[in-house]
């Protein structure tokens, strides 16, 4: 298994651009989740799906954020329009339900200037 | 809400000694489970080792093992024989149901 795929690794955006992150979770888990890392707030969930639909999205900081999961396979996290305070890593990971720990992808670093 | 910290912002080990990394949670809540993360510079996310509240023994995973003291919701990790690859930022997580929420980590430094 290649493990959560998360794409890009980077992005350099401008403000006000959009920007689409990308996640392909685990095949057979239900869950997925994305996080923000930043160094003031560490690790913060943002959103996460079960059997694709959206569960809790409390985390998601304001309407500028946005994330979708069409399929088991793949889910997208939009930020429209950029801001720098949306500079951070963002993380995708994915679960089976109960005990079990999350795997994560690898991150992408965005950087909006 | 749960919260979990970790009050040692950075630690240091000589490689092949012991170290001890603590975490402490906050809980109402009786089941659940707790989880030790590596994040070494290539940001990768690793889980190192977890605990299910509902069991008294603590987990073991080859060098690295935990202390789980639930009435003192205290989860703390003991890393023996220090390797080189070991340095790197140690998160501690808190699962229930599907909430897991992350301490703002560790910094753990190996001298050669």
């Known amino acids: 298994d290649a493990g959560v795929i998360q794409s890009p690794r980077h992005e350099v955006t401008e403000m006000g651009q959009e920007v689409t992150l990308r996640c392909k979770p685990i095949?057979?888990?239900?869950?997925l989740f994305w996080y923000r890392q930043t160094m003031m707030r560490g690790l913060e969930l943002l959103i996460y799906?079960?059997?694709?639909?959206?569960?809790?999205d409390s985390g998601m900081p304001e309407d500028r954020f946005s994330a979708k999961m069409p399929n088991a396979s793949f889910s997208t996290l939009k930020i429209q329009p950029s801001e720098p305070r949306d500079s951070a890593v963002y993380f995708c990971?994915?679960?089976?339900?109960?005990?079990?720990?999350?795997?994560f992808g690898s991150g992408t670093r965005l950087t909006v200037v | 809400a749960q919260t979990v910290t970790q009050s040692q912002p950075e630690m240091s080990v000589q490689e092949a000694e012991t170290v001890t990394l603590s975490c402490t949670y906050d809980t109402s809540e009786s089941d659940y489970y707790l989880f030790w993360y590596k994040q070494p510079p290539s940001r990768q996310m690793i889980l190192v080792i977890r605990q299910e509240a509902y069991k008294q023994q603590n987990a073991t995973e080859n060098r690295f093992s935990v202390n789980f003291q639930k009435a003192a919701k205290s989860f703390s990790l003991k890393i023996s024989d220090s390797q080189l690859g070991d340095a790197a930022m140690y998160f501690c997580?808190?699962?229930?149901?599907?909430?897991?929420?992350f301490g703002a980590g560790t910094r753990l430094t190996v001298k050669p």
């Open positions: 997580a808190y699962r229930r149901n599907n909430d897991m929420r």
């Open positions: 095949s057979g888990h239900d869950y």
């Open positions: 799906f079960n059997n694709n639909v959206p569960i809790d």
């Open positions: 990971a994915s679960s089976y339900g109960g005990p079990y720990g999350y795997t």
